[in-house]
């Protein structure tokens, strides 16, 4: 069974200053993995994704993610955070087998940008 | 209306009333899912139907009933409901074999 941890329920950074939000995950078998932010009273959005190919992924809003296979990690970076950046972001998984799409959520990490 | 959309957005009902969410996808996909997002929890997958046929029931109790009529309409019927199923009440949609699915904004339930 897949599973996500993310490691920090709570990031608070300034404004303008960079912020990692990580993420590992278990599995047994190759994944895909994914970003969603949350912004307050809506519903997901797709930040960005990894399915194959360079380890290195750009999504929107200038985050990008580096999916690291011998750490089974999948950390989020942004190199200087907006306050319009305050929202909650999601990592999840996918082991893409028998042709599910399901996704395997983390509990999220709720990101402060201060002024 | 583009994207997911759901109402309502808001919902209080009593234990013993019955009431149904519904969602609606303008994207031209032909999956659908329901997600129950409570606080402090990793968002919990409940049902998928993928071309109107239910693919996965996540071993959610029958008080909560899913209906797909369509390929763009989802409905989730509440029936009995305890004050634990208090929560945000996510619908998605994507093209089947996709892993990119498009969130509505939710439906807040509060059961009293």
């Known amino acids: 069974a897949q599973s996500v941890t993310q490691l920090d329920s709570q990031v608070p950074v300034f404004e303008e200053a960079p912020v990692e939000l990580r993420c590992n995950y278990s599995s047994s078998v190759s994944v895909y993995l994914f970003w969603y932010v949350q912004y307050p009273n809506q519903g997901l959005q797709l930040l960005l994704k990894y399915l194959s190919g360079s380890t290195l992924v750009k999504g929107i809003n200038g985050f990008e993610a580096e999916f690291n296979k011998s750490q089974t990690s999948f950390h989020l970076r942004k190199p200087s955070v907006h306050i319009s950046d305050t929202a909650e972001y999601f990592c999840?998984?996918?082991?893409?087998?028998?042709?599910?799409?399901?996704?395997?959520f983390g509990k999220g990490t709720k990101l402060t940008v201060n002024p | 209306e583009t994207g997911v959309t759901q109402t309502p957005r808001h919902l209080v009902m009593g234990m013993t009333n019955k009431k149904s969410l519904k969602c609606e996808q303008h994207?031209?996909?032909?999956?659908m899912y329901w997600y129950k997002q409570s606080a402090k929890k990793p968002l919990e997958l409940m049902f998928v139907?993928?071309?109107?046929?239910?693919?996965e029931n996540n071993s959610v109790p029958s008080r909560f009933s899913p209906e797909c009529p369509n390929s763009s309409h989802l409905f989730l019927h509440l029936h009995t409901l305890q004050p634990e199923d208090s929560a945000l009440y996510l619908c998605a949609s994507s093209q089947v074999l996709s892993y990119e699915q498009y969130f509505g904004p939710g439906t807040r339930l509060t059961v009293t």
């Open positions: 994207l031209g996909h032909n999956a």
């Open positions: 999840a998984v996918s082991d893409h087998q028998g042709g599910s799409e399901k996704l395997v």
């Open positions: 139907y993928n071309f109107k046929e239910q693919t």
